[in-house]
């Protein structure tokens, strides 16, 4: 894979997988480490997939192991830095757009909420409803 290939991957998946660690991590370097982590896995161990649904699939399942895999060896919450709920998120799915509609106040509601939670029940919830696994 040439330099191009992989910008072009950077730049089309590096805010989703940013977000998908932070919201799972609490933790903006952790968040970018990983979502880094995802891309090198990708570039240099991932099966070359064609379709971008698969690519997605892919990068977005390493993304949540990694994640978990961090909070396993972490087994801690750390708050979230001021200005973190503003981060865009450009997938541009429906379920996005649900998040995008919400004020200020309550996008900081929920934060709030997210962040009181014991890490395993914050974790599986933000899987279940944001990121839509099973």
Known sequence: MDREEAAVIFR???????????RI?????????IMQESIIRYLTKAPRLDAEPM???????????????????????????SGTESIPDESGSPEDSMWGNMGKD????????LESLPCGYR????LRLIENYD
Do not use: G, H
């Not at 089309?12 to 932070?22: D, E, M, P, W």
């Not at 991590?25 to 480490?33: G, H, K, Q």
């Not at 192991?65 to 830095?81: C, V």
């Not at 974790?123 to 933000?126: A, D, N």
């Open 12 to 22: 089309t998946y590096s805010k989703k997988l940013f977000n998908i660690a932070l």
């Open 55 to 81: 690519k997605a699939a892919w990068l977005r399942s390493t993304c949540v192991r990694l994640s978990i895999d961090w909070l396993r060896r972490t087994r801690r919450l750390q708050p979230l830095d």
């Open 123 to 126: 974790t599986v919830l933000v």
């Open 106 to 113: 309550t996008v900081a509601e929920v934060m709030s909420a």
């Open 25 to 33: 991590t609490a933790s903006v370097p952790e968040a970018e480490e």
